[in-house]
């Protein structure tokens, strides 16, 4: 199989090193450094393009948007001025979804990292200086890294997870060397997942366990790392037994019921209710985040960019007491108006997401805490997961009653709409949730998208759940399997 044309792109994110998309060789290119020392593969894994991982444009497969009419009045939202392949998704159509020579704003940039990831991984042990223990740590985040990326990958373009199938299921392409002229293969399944927990078994031990930023990983996030991959494979069990050592480790939520939004700015309109000169912390600022990643540069958010499906806000309107009010619903939504600058802008009976907040694409506490609710409610105890459930609701919700649950089915239900108010709009969660759930005939549903008078739909476990290899890739790996979608 030909080489994968993304590596042409990661060699340009090696800041540090690369003039093109040559493996690095003993002769010096003039004007470029080649990795060496320790120091030089130290500033690779501090190149800041590291932490843009994830795009946000998967969300227009989704249960939680509605488009804009062709020409809005809220002009980001207009149905018209979407890219071809957000109409593509939204639309729900069928094979690609990219047009040929466009960029994927997912994809590329993973294998960009995962080439980086690479470089440290199969040379960082053989440089002359460093002590054996700073070396070991920095491969042991590059492991780390590589196998985030992977989790998010295959995911995106693969079948969920089934132990059935797996070993069958087309993954995605496993590169391992920085070696471009290697061939590559689309590993299955199975081999992906298989590759993720050995690179973080091999990364936990030789990792820190105090980092010197939230941006490198420590050994207690290797915690909510597995409990977010058992959960994806639906190892309940064992998803369980790391939510719980992370937890006991760190558990600090975020009090949004301090936070008020103010009129006339973006980035900055949640705030904090005694002094709106402070906004909502940003991932790294966020004393729930373990770990932080950010939005990919290109189509991080979908900011002012789509409206609320009324399917999400029914869900929103649900398990809230008299009087309570659920913050994520007050701050990070804007009702009938928008005024994000001199003029308010008006759509009446119509909701626009536009939080214009920085969030966590790597891990955070809220998603461990709903880790265990979902876990005890499914293979525990109804009772620890609405304690799970109650406690993360408490730091969301102004005057919450804590939920009760009389049976466990009924404690994963509340626990599963919460999770999916939680992570609203955020990167691939609702996409990989629905992926995951339509497996359940409890919870397989299909998906109604509406533009104008046309009405388009996604029935449970259809491919189109399934993201398209983009088309630069296909057009040097034309003999690479396909899902046909």
Not at 89 to 104: A, E, I
Not at 152 to 166: E, G, M, Q, R, S
Not at 181 to 186: A, D, E, F
Not at 225 to 248: C, E, I, P, V
Request: charged share 20%; hydrophobic share 40%.
């Amino acid at each position: 199989m030909k080489k994968i044309i993304v590596l042409c792109f990661a060699a340009a994110a090696l800041t540090a090193g690369f003039s093109s998309c040559n493996r690095y060789l003993d002769v010096k290119p003039k004007g470029y450094t080649i990795p060496q020392f320790y120091e030089d593969y130290q500033k690779l894994m501090n190149n800041m393009s590291l932490i843009r991982v994830s795009s946000a444009y998967p969300g227009y497969l989704t249960d939680d948007v509605q488009t804009g009419d062709p020409t809005d009045v809220s002009k980001q939202a207009s149905y018209s001025g979407l890219a071809d392949y957000k109409k593509a998704l939204y639309t729900f159509q069928p094979g690609g979804v990219f047009v040929p020579g466009s960029s994927d704003p997912l994809w590329e940039p993973a294998y960009s990292h995962i080439y980086t990831y690479n470089v440290v991984i199969n040379n960082i042990m053989n440089v002359p200086d460093g002590t054996e223990q700073e070396k070991k740590q920095l491969k042991a985040e590059a492991l780390f890294g590589r196998a985030f990326e992977y989790l998010t990958l295959v995911n995106a373009y693969a079948k969920h997870y089934d132990p059935a199938t797996a070993a069958t299921d087309y993954g995605v392409p496993l590169v391992l060397t920085e070696d471009i002229n290697q061939p590559y293969k689309r590993g299955t399944v199975e081999e992906v997942y298989a590759l993720i927990k050995n690179d973080l078994e091999a990364a936990v031990k030789d990792l820190p366990a105090k980092a010197v930023n939230i941006f490198h990983p420590t050994q207690s996030v290797g915690y909510s790392f597995l409990s977010r991959m058992y959960l994806y494979m639906g190892n309940y069990a064992a998803a369980l037994t790391n939510a719980k050592a992370a937890l006991a480790l760190n558990s600090t939520l975020l009090d949004y019921k301090l936070y008020t939004t103010k009129k006339g700015v973006t980035f900055g309109r949640v705030c904090l209710a005694t002094d709106n000169s402070v906004r909502f912390p940003d991932a790294h600022q966020n004393g729930e985040s373990l770990w932080v990643r950010y939005g990919s540069s290109s189509s991080a958010s979908l900011n002012a960019e789509v409206y609320v499906s009324k399917d999400l806000l029914n869900v929103f309107a649900q398990d809230l007491a008299a009087g309570a009010v659920d913050q994520r619903r007050a701050l990070f939504f804007c009702d009938g108006e928008s005024n994000f600058g001199v003029k308010p802008v008006y759509f009446p009976g119509r909701v626009l997401y536009g939080p214009y907040i920085d969030p966590n694409f790597g891990f955070g506490n809220a998603e461990v805490f709903l880790a265990a609710a979902e876990c005890e409610a499914r293979v525990g105890d109804k009772q620890e997961a609405m304690n799970y459930l109650n406690t993360l609701r408490n730091a969301r919700i102004k005057n919450n009653q804590p939920l009760v649950a009389a049976t466990n089915d009924q404690a994963l239900q509340l626990v599963l709409n919460e999770r999916r108010r939680e992570f609203c709009f955020v990167g691939l969660n609702r996409l990989i949730d629905l992926k995951r759930l339509n497996r359940d005939p409890r919870f397989a549903k299909t998906i109604t998208h509406q533009q104008g008078n046309d009405v388009y739909t996604l029935p449970a476990n259809d491919k189109r759940y399934i993201l398209p290899v983009p088309p630069k890739v296909l057009e040097f790996n034309g003999t690479m399997p396909l899902y046909e979608r």
